[in-house]
């Protein structure tokens, strides 16, 4: 299994563009969420699916997009980048069965909005 | 508001000492929390979940406690070794549904020889 991966690694985009952060899932699992981490934040989380076609905001929504058209991917948009939305990001996964809430993450993007 | 706070210093210690880290956390009621280990650069990575009804959890050499009326988590590490040095990260699920975490900020750990 890969776990969870994402694309690309490193970005940097110009005030103004648009992008998307791809994140995918080979554990077949429900959950999946878009976190963002910056110095003395910590991790926040953005936007996150319970499962194929169901998407809610978290706690830092604006400027992103986000759907889940199936159960493996879940690509985060970026409409129009913003020097705020410098940052890390990371995808991450989990089961829904309520015995074992571990999130499982991938290795992150790191974006830089000039 | 809510908050979870993690001591922002690091701490160091000497290899074979036990290391404690805690999690405070004001205006929540949460249904479980985790800790994570995050390595520079990396994602965060699972280590241990303790639910509400519980005081204390193991896995090796780690032991988490959850004081609900405190609100607190202690984490401990005994006979901690240099690779044990890292960030480790507190989160709360206050929903209980499993998908929405709340993290701390981390406290970055450093295990010298």
């Known amino acids: 299994n890969a776990g969870v991966t994402q694309t690309p690694k490193f970005q940097v985009l110009k005030t103004g563009q648009s992008m998307t952060l791809q994140c995918a899932q080979d554990?077949?699992?429900?959950?999946m969420s878009w976190y963002r981490q910056d110095p003395g934040m910590g991790l926040r989380l953005i936007h996150y699916s319970v499962g194929a076609g169901i998407t809610d905001q978290g706690e830092v929504p604006n400027g992103y997009n986000v759907s889940r058209s199936t159960t493996e991917d879940f690509p985060l948009r970026l409409l129009s980048a913003a020097p705020s939305q410098t940052s890390v990001y990371f995808c991450?996964?989990?089961?829904?069965?309520?015995?074992?809430?571990?999130?499982?993450f991938g290795p992150g993007t790191r974006l830089t909005v000039t | 508001s809510q908050k979870i706070e993690q001591n922002s210093e690091a701490l160091n210690i000497q290899e074979g000492k036990t290391a404690t880290l805690t999690c405070n956390y004001t205006n929540y009621s949460p249904a479980y929390l985790q800790w994570y280990r995050q390595d520079p650069g990396r994602g965060p990575v699972f280590l241990l979940l303790?639910?509400?009804?519980?005081k204390e959890k193991r896995k090796e050499r780690l032991k988490v406690t959850f004081d609900t009326t405190l609100k607190q988590s202690l984490f401990h590490i005994t006979a901690s070794q240099p690779a044990d040095s890292a960030t480790y990260l507190c989160?709360?699920?206050?929903?209980?549904?499993?998908?929405?975490?709340?993290f701390g900020t981390g406290t970055q750990l450093k295990v010298e020889l």
């Open positions: 554990m077949n699992h429900e959950y």
């Open positions: 991450a996964s989990s089961y829904a069965d309520t015995s074992s809430y571990e999130q499982y």
């Open positions: 989160a709360l699920d206050s929903t209980g549904g499993g998908n929405k975490l709340t």
């Open positions: 303790i639910r509400e009804n519980e």
